[in-house]
């Protein structure tokens, strides 16, 4: 956190001066009207010039006062924008870094709450700490040292409610009091969590009568929410009940004025020299007490922080030091073993070549490891054990940028970013023509769709116009063609088009000639039948592999699996090159 802050370090100094001069200005009017009462309160006839002057004095003070903070509030939420910009940029570039499998062992809502809340949450601690510190410290800090050249006795006194409310602080940090901030952060998160996965999910909710028990959930995390937040204020309420009475005015003018009439009535002090103590008194204690009503902000301030250290701290995928250039895009995989937890190998010593201007389908059952295994190409993961290479070179070996420049992908569960349609099917090619950004959209069998959009090609995703799950994928794959990398992984990515837009696509991708390099998932029959070779999968291992003829005529697992997707077509009254997608589970 120092390091992302030191390019901030002359902006938190300017703050920090700035409050500094503009506090010890705001002093001023005090004294003058301390001035003033001595003035006027003294034998003889009043000196008006001396008058004049005071009265100049202080409301010059003031003036610099309120030039002076305001311009250090000013330059503080500047740099609470920057901050809070510059930590958005971390997470954002993190998170683009780590693996996909540390992302699987987090909510959604976690990771939004940091992204969102939390960094909002650090604004006290850049826009108003650095100004709150300074005056509760230089404000009385000036004032007793002014205050004891008048009377060390009332000094002291007058300290006696900073000290009562100082000693109570400690009461606010026991273990008991952060335990219950922590289960009030902790609720805040599930909340958010579960937010987040009703409406993800509130199609499904509604299509199977769930919507009680999805209403329970979020009822639920609202409830606990609102016990540990009863159980938080109840633990705090006392304390800082206690600290408001301490730091009030009343009580600091009580305090003052007993101490005081004490020691005038024994003749030990002038009158007159009350009277700064009855106005600086407050201006002791009111620094301490701004500073206690933020005590909660900066604390919270804290644990965000934290909470964004934690995310930043995440763990990357390497970048090697000395990049390898590949030579070519032929893919092999060798005794690949990968699984996202120690204990539980999800791929066991895959090895596998795909050669340029092949297709090479993978098939299998639920849960055999395919998603996993083709989103090692990208490098989504890294293996555990064995080598995933391009071009003759291991892919950490490789430079991220160079990798995809040279594989790209498309999945089954798109995500678009909330830009134009155009500038989303320009991903990879920021500076694409846009008549190939064109070009690209009708092999994909979506340009006329566009063209109905309310501002065609210019229309912002998620604002002007909501895509449907066929529409987002024809968009992703336009952005895949239009990429024209040598090598392409789709992951179920037609499984939400019609058949007459699949085979559009396919003969796209399949362009006479190419030496592109294919890895696809499949349950088409089409599609296997299409395929240069076939990989069957069970259990996270090759069990089969070869062309689709030579597989069928081993009449073994593949054999099975393809007549029972046959048998299923034709109990649905459909034909092989418009077969249903199974369901597909990773």
Do not use: C
């Not at 893919?331 to 066991?348: C, I, N, P, Q």
């Not at 895949?480 to 796209?508: G, M, S, Y």
Request: hydrophobic share 50%; charged share 20%; no cysteine.
């Amino acid at each position: 956190m120092v390091r992302l802050l030191r390019p901030y370090g002359w902006s938190f100094a300017a703050v920090v001066v700035l409050q500094v001069v503009g506090a010890l200005a705001g002093l001023a009017p005090l004294l003058a009207v301390v001035e003033l009462g001595r003035s006027l309160l003294s034998p003889g006839p009043t000196d008006r010039d001396h008058v004049r002057m005071v009265v100049i004095a202080g409301a010059g003070g003031m003036l610099v006062r309120l030039v002076f903070t305001a311009a250090s509030s000013g330059i503080g939420h500047i740099l609470d924008g920057g901050v809070q910009l510059m930590f958005r940029r971390e997470l954002a570039a993190r998170l683009g870094r780590v693996p996909i499998g540390w992302f699987s062992r987090r909510r959604t809502g976690e990771l939004a709450k940091v992204v969102g809340e939390d960094v909002s949450a650090v604004h006290p601690f850049i826009a108003h700490a650095p100004g709150e510190l300074v005056s509760a410290f230089v404000v009385p800090l000036a004032s007793l040292i002014y205050l004891f050249t008048i009377d060390w006795r009332l000094t002291l006194i007058t300290l006696i409610p900073v000290a009562l409310a100082v000693a109570m602080v400690p009461l606010m940090m026991t273990p008991t009091r952060l335990g219950e901030q922590q289960e009030f952060d902790a609720a805040m998160g599930r909340i958010s969590s579960s937010v987040v996965e009703f409406v993800q999910g509130i199609s499904v909710v509604k299509a199977f009568g769930g919507s009680g028990r999805a209403h329970r959930k979020f009822r639920t995390a609202a409830d606990d929410f609102v016990d540990t937040f009863h159980r938080w204020v109840q633990g705090l309420s006392r304390i800082a009940a206690a600290m408001q009475l301490v730091l009030s005015p009343p009580f600091v003018l009580l305090v003052v004025l007993v101490g005081g009439a004490a020691l005038i009535t024994n003749g030990g002090m002038d009158p007159a020299d009350l009277l700064p103590f009855l106005l600086l008194g407050l201006g002791l204690t009111a620094p301490v007490a701004a500073l206690g009503h933020g005590f909660d902000d900066m604390q919270a301030a804290g644990r965000a922080v934290g909470r964004i250290r934690d995310v930043l701290d995440a763990p990357v995928l390497p970048e090697p030091d000395h990049p390898v250039a590949p030579r070519g895009h032929r893919v092999e995989l060798r005794d690949v073993r990968f699984g996202y937890e120690a204990e539980h190998e999800v791929l066991r010593g895959i090895d596998l070549v795909l050669e340029p201007g092949t297709v090479t389908a993978i098939v299998g059952p639920s849960g055999s490891g395919k998603s996993t295994l083709v989103q090692l190409l990208p490098r989504f993961f890294d293996p555990t054990h064995g080598s995933v290479a391009l071009g003759g070179v291991d892919l950490r070996e490789l430079d991220s940028r160079e990798l995809y420049r040279m594989v790209s992908f498309v999945f089954q569960d798109v995500r678009l970013l909330r830009a134009s349609v155009a500038e989303n099917i320009a991903l990879a090619v920021p500076q694409a023509d846009p008549d190939d950004v064109v070009r690209a959209a009708r092999l994909a069998n979506i340009h006329d769709r566009i063209l109905e959009l309310p501002r065609g090609y210019d229309s912002v995703i998620g604002a002007d116009v909501g895509l449907s799950g066929g529409e987002a994928q024809r968009i992703s794959i336009a952005r895949a063609l239009l990429a024209d990398t040598p090598v392409l992984v789709l992951d179920e990515a037609t499984a939400f088009v019609d058949p007459q837009t699949e085979h559009a696509v396919r003969r796209a991708l399949a362009t006479p000639g190419s030496d592109r390099t294919m890895l696809v998932i499949a349950h088409r029959l089409e599609t296997i039948a299409d395929a240069d070779t076939v990989v069957m999968l069970e259990n996270g291992s090759i069990v089969e592999r070869g062309s689709p003829t030579e597989l069928l005529a081993q009449d073994g697992k593949f054999a099975a699996f393809w007549h029972t997707h046959r048998s299923a077509v034709a109990d649905e009254g459909g034909t092989p090159e418009n077969a249903a997608q199974g369901d597909e589970s990773r």
